[in-house]
């Protein structure tokens, strides 16, 4: 299966901190894991913004990604006009991105947020 995933669970993987649910998708050989570069963009805000508590370099992440054998999904165009038709669902706008990115190339999209569970689509929502 091919697994967009989620920034959070993107980073509580690079902390080692996933519920063993979770880790079943990420180490599971059957699954193609991929990254949007909209979460390298959503990290790197909160990275040079010195939100408290939050360690993360994008450079570091982006590079253990790659090394772990992710693949990145550029955003595209036919990807920013996938989030006129999506439902308004959810406000944020890294996340709506993500949900027209996995629509629009025919993945799951794995997360942890209840509210992205809603929209249509192959959605594995993963409680916390």
């Given at each position: 299966?091919?697994?967009?995933?989620?920034?959070?669970i993107?980073?509580?993987?690079?902390g080692?901190?996933?519920s063993p649910?979770?880790?079943?998708?990420?180490?599971?050989?059957?699954?193609?894991l991929l990254?949007?570069?909209?979460?390298?963009?959503?990290?790197?805000?909160k990275?040079?913004?010195?939100?408290e508590g939050?360690?993360y370099?994008?450079?570091?992440?982006?590079?253990?990604?790659?090394?772990?054998?992710?693949i990145?999904?550029?955003?595209?165009?036919?990807?920013?006009?996938?989030?006129?038709?999506?439902?308004?669902?959810?406000?944020?706008?890294?996340?709506?991105?993500?949900?027209?990115?996995?629509?629009?190339?025919?993945?799951?999209f794995?997360?942890?947020?209840?509210?992205?569970?809603e929209?249509?689509?192959?959605?594995i929502?993963?409680?916390?």
């Open positions: 299966m091919k697994i967009l995933v989620d920034t959070h993107l980073i509580w993987a690079a080692n901190k996933l649910e979770l880790l079943e998708y990420i180490i599971d050989d059957d699954n193609i990254f949007s570069s909209a979460s390298i963009w959503e990290i790197t805000i990275y040079r913004m010195r939100k939050f360690n370099n994008p450079i570091s992440l982006y590079s253990g990604l790659i090394d772990a054998g992710y990145e999904l550029p955003i595209s165009a036919k990807h920013s006009l996938q989030t006129m038709l999506l439902p308004d669902i959810h406000k944020d706008p890294f996340d709506r991105i993500m949900v027209a990115q996995a629509l629009s190339e025919g993945l799951s794995l997360t942890s947020d209840k509210t992205i569970s929209y249509p689509g192959s959605i929502y993963v409680a916390t």
